[in-house]
């Protein structure tokens, strides 16, 4: 399969780390966000949603939107455990991560990270809304390892792409020990070879 993405998008690194974590063989297609590359007739007549992560099938079927990709790429592994109620659990995080926390955290981020703006800039309403997430997420690591069942899971992985760049987005860890440990634990997981920015683990 071909995965379209760009590395600095924490959506297309949830793909790839799924990918990866599956040994899953794959085209990485580069395309810059930037450039509008997600904008061309090429690219809209595969994924007409005009974003990216996209995935190409060796069948030439093609797939948007990066929670249901990873969810399709890990069905029937550890990662999307079978158990009917872990499903629902992760979903439940799927949909809120899209929902609640990526248009928060991750709109700070392209604000502050890739326009340059200073954080005081930043729209209240994101920055109110990133740090309920965070918060949020902090009450259940207080209380769980992982957000789904008792395992890693994708719910982790979709979860994990963005709040590992909390920091750039303005965001600070420093009062939230159980997701710092939590983020720590998913490095491990997906044996990335790198340790969360400083900032995030102040
Ligand atoms: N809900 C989508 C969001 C995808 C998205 O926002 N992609 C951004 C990069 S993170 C993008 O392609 N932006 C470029 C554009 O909209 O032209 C998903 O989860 O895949």
Redesign the pocket.
């Known amino acids: 399969m071909q995965i379209y993405g760009?590395l600095m998008?924490?959506?297309?690194l949830k793909v790839r780390y799924v990918a990866d974590r599956l040994g899953l063989p794959y085209t990485w297609v580069p395309?810059d966000?930037l450039r509008?590359e997600?904008?061309t007739p090429e690219y809209l007549a595969r994924f007409p949603?005009?974003?990216?992560?996209g995935v190409a099938f060796p069948d030439g079927r093609c797939l948007?939107?990066?929670?249901a990709?990873i969810r399709s790429l890990a069905r029937g592994s550890a990662l999307l455990p079978e158990d009917p109620w872990v499903q629902a659990e992760i979903d439940q995080w799927l949909f809120w991560e899209?929902y609640s926390h990526?248009p928060t955290i991750?709109v700070c981020r392209f604000h502050m990270r890739y326009k340059g703006e200073p954080a005081e800039t930043r729209d209240p309403k994101k920055v109110a809304g990133g740090e309920a997430a965070l918060d949020l997420m902090e009450r259940r690591l207080v209380a769980a390892d992982w957000f789904a069942g008792q395992t890693f899971t994708i719910a982790d992985i979709a979860l994990f792409a963005y709040t590992q760049f909390a920091d750039e987005g303005g965001f600070s860890l420093a009062a939230r020990p159980a997701v710092r440990s939590w983020l720590g634990r998913c490095i491990q997981a997906l044996g990335l070879p790198r340790e969360p920015s400083p900032a995030a683990l102040a």
Do not use: F
């Open positions: 760009d998008s924490g959506n297309c395309v966000i509008g997600t904008r949603m005009g974003q990216v992560p948007a939107q990066s929670n990709i899209q990526e991750a």
